[in-house]
């Protein structure tokens, strides 16, 4: 199994930007896809982004398309996300997840990703 522990969250304005990481240890990094989430007060947890196990595929959400990139390093076993023109409708807990599935992995409900970290908080204000 996999462990990930997310860093990187903040409170910033509108219009700013902010990178989160997550570290992963345990079984090779490699050998999952890889996602962010993120849950709002009051709402769903809902897909972000994803990454492929190598990064030749991306995948966002279409609140985030443009404004967000996802990455991951497997030399240092970290998955990026690098968040800019920050609104304030993408205040929230911001969890990584992992999975082993392949596939489409966009379409992966939140229930079946595997392994999940600890979340870290983004608050932007107006």
Request: hydrophobic share 35%; charged share 15%; proline share 3%.
């Amino acid at each position: 199994q996999v462990q990930l522990v997310e860093s990187g969250g903040g409170l910033v304005q509108a219009g700013s930007s902010l990178r989160l990481s997550c570290a992963a240890s345990g079984r090779t990094f490699s050998t999952y896809a890889m996602g962010w989430f993120r849950q709002a007060p009051g709402k769903e947890r809902e897909f972000a982004s994803a990454i492929t196990r190598i990064g030749d595929r991306t995948y966002y959400a279409d609140s985030v398309k443009g404004r967000f990139t996802i990455s991951r390093d497997n030399a240092k076993n970290t998955l990026y996300l690098q968040m800019n023109s920050l609104k304030p409708e993408d205040t929230a807990v911001y969890y990584c997840a992992a999975t082993i599935a392949l596939g489409n992995i966009a379409a992966i409900p939140p229930g079946h990703w595997g392994y999940w970290g600890q979340g870290t908080q983004v608050t932007v204000s107006s």
